[in-house]
């Protein structure tokens, strides 16, 4: 189909409403070199035009590993391969492309994930410095997958990677498993990483009580972690039966966690 037309983006659409268990909507493709310059001119915007503290990722990553298999994708990850490649399989590979447009993707996995990996890498390098070239002080953070191996394996966001490169200035493993102990390891994966003062513990706060987002705290705080983010804020100011039936969830954080 031609991406171009409506069809094409309603069939994206439809596709995407059924694969929600393993895509969260519609991504653009960091491969693609329009909306890496897209991603980027959003950024630089926002710093031009407004007197931020800081500036956020969030879904920079891979839904899952099937994904892209467009067509840009595969092109650029042949001119991306191809000069690691020896002459010989250079020949032995273009005679099959033709045929199968996936030839290299499916007879060279490993190097298909490294190619995504760092697609994702170098837009978040570019936007950091970017960034920092125009407002130094300007933290830009990241919403991450809190297993820091299902992050890299399964979404290419490598962002241990990022943290030990000084390409993002703080990251925020969603952590949000309401086992604490689980809370705990991902939390000091992410500190051993790069260091507390670059992790803010992200807790999942919309699925467990006050007292458990308290004792989270505390161990992120014990773990060496700079900070810590409450997901989410509606959440927390809503009332509700499971989580938060007075409505006092902030209070009763504030009251736990900082007296």
């Known amino acids: 189909m031609d991406p171009r037309t409506t069809a094409y983006r309603e069939k994206i659409i439809e596709y995407s409403k059924g694969a929600r268990d393993r895509v969260e909507g519609l991504y653009a493709s960091v491969v693609s070199p329009e909306v890496q310059e897209h991603l980027y001119d959003v950024w630089m915007d926002v710093l031009d035009k407004y007197d931020v503290d800081g500036l956020n ?62 697609q994702v890498t170098a837009l978040v390098e570019r936007i950091y410095y970017g960034v920092k070239k125009r407002a130094p002080d300007v933290v830009v953070s990241a919403d991450v997958f809190g297993n820091a191996q299902d992050a890299y394996e399964k979404r290419y966001q490598d962002w241990t990677e990022w943290l030990r490169r000084g390409i993002l200035d703080v990251a925020a493993p969603m952590a949000y498993n309401a086992d604490t102990n689980i809370f705990r390891e991902q939390i000091r994966v992410a500190v051993a990483a790069a260091g507390g003062s670059h992790v803010w513990a992200g807790i999942g706060a919309y699925r467990i009580p006050p007292a458990s987002t308290v004792e989270k705290i505390q161990a992120a705080r014990e773990l060496g972690a700079r900070g810590f983010v409450l997901f989410s804020y509606d959440g927390a ?23």
Do not use: I
């Open 57 to 118: 990722f969030d879904y920079v990553r891979y839904p899952a590993p099937e994904y892209d298999y467009s067509k840009v994708a595969l092109q650029r990850f042949r001119l991306w391969l191809l000069p690691q490649l020896p002459d010989s399989a250079r020949a032995h590979f273009a005679g099959l492309e033709q045929a199968d447009p996936l030839v290299y993707a499916d007879s060279f996995p490993a190097r298909y994930a490294d190619f995504r990996r760092a």
């Open 237 to 259: 100011v809503r009332k509700n039966d499971r989580t938060n039936p007075d409505g006092l969830y902030l209070q009763h954080v504030a009251e736990g966690a900082f007296k």
